[in-house]
T-cell receptor, first 116, second 105 residues
């Protein structure tokens, strides 16, 4: 177990709705990265938060937004859900910003989002 | 943008046979990490390579980083059913396409 938790584990939404996913990082970690993993694909980087600031962003539209709190837990918000947003959403915590460091990432179990 | 490709996409081996997955990048990598994701699970960190030509071993697993730092490989000797899963290489926040390993008992 990595100590990284995510909630909820599963979620079903309809197209056009909004969703908020939550992640608690491992104790002592100040960096959280979010990934989208479609079935049979590798994780795709959405964005990263380091000490409450966005520290990098992948190729995802602005309707994907996030937040990091003072305790380093994080939220991923997705507005105007589309069918293609159906995927496993993973968060990973690490020490320092992974963009400029070589630190390993500790993944949570993920949230399985289904958009109907 | 940078792409990290892995081959093969799938590999089916008889238990006890060896397995190798290759990771190739179009650009020079600063480092390479390897992760394993069991079916229904999440990626778990295996190892990190930083130096050109670096080789590291973990029991039956051997990891190599190319001299030009544009490719890497993971080799498993005498596979066991516990090796089942998808193996990903990763540089910072870019994951490879993965190699899914299945074992025939």
């Amino acid at each position: 177990e990595t100590g990284v938790t995510q909630s909820p584990t599963h979620l079903i939404k309809t197209r056009g709705q909004q969703v908020t996913l939550r992640c608690s990082s491992q104790s002592g970690h100040n960096t959280v990265s979010w990934y989208q993993q479609a079935l049979g694909q590798g994780p795709q980087f959405i964005f990263q938060y380091y000490r409450e600031e966005e520290n990098g962003r992948g190729n995802f539209p602005p309707r994907f937004s996030g937040l990091q709190f003072p305790n380093y837990s994080s939220e991923l918000n997705v507005n105007a859900l589309e069918l293609d947003d159906s995927a496993l959403y993973l968060c990973a915590s690490s020490l320092e910003g992974a963009f400029s460091s070589y630190n390993e990432q500790f993944f949570g179990p993920g949230t399985r989002l289904t958009v109907l | 943008g940078q792409q990290v490709m892995q081959i093969p996409q799938y590999q089916h081996v008889q238990e006890g046979e060896d397995f190798t997955t290759y990771c190739n990048s179009s650009t020079t990598l600063s480092n390479i990490q390897w992760y394993k994701q069991r079916p229904g699970g999440h990626p778990v960190f295996l190892i990190q390579l930083v130096k050109s030509g670096e080789v590291k071993k973990q029991k039956r697993l051997t990891f190599q980083f190319g001299e030009a730092k544009k490719n890497s490989s993971l080799h498993i000797t005498a596979t066991q059913t516990t090796d089942v899963g998808t193996y990903f290489c990763n540089e910072k926040l870019t994951f490879g396409t993965g190699t899914r390993l299945t074992i025939i008992p």
